[in-house]
């Protein structure tokens, strides 16, 4: 829940992730409150993926026309990378 100036990614023995937390991404059903999101239509299957806003912040200054991605839906994320 993250959103200022500079956001950390999660890293291993992360101490903001709760044993809740783990339990749900090694069940790999952590994106479940963002499927219901989909079925409400307030986000898509494909589109790009919602980042924190000092991560748009970053990628507006090195990215051209970055920006464009805010006319279409969120997506939701497919699968660990």
Do not use: C, F
């Amino acid at each position: 829940m993250e959103d200022g100036a500079v956001v950390a990614q999660t890293t291993r023995k992360d101490t903001r992730v709760t044993r809740a937390g783990y339990w749900l991404r090694r069940a790999s059903i952590d994106e479940l409150p963002q499927l219901l999101n989909v079925l409400l239509g307030e986000m898509s299957i494909v589109g790009p993926r919602p980042y924190a806003l000092a991560h748009d912040n970053e990628y507006t200054n090195l990215i051209a026309n970055y920006s464009r991605r805010h006319h279409v839906k969120p997506v939701l994320p497919a699968g660990r990378r």
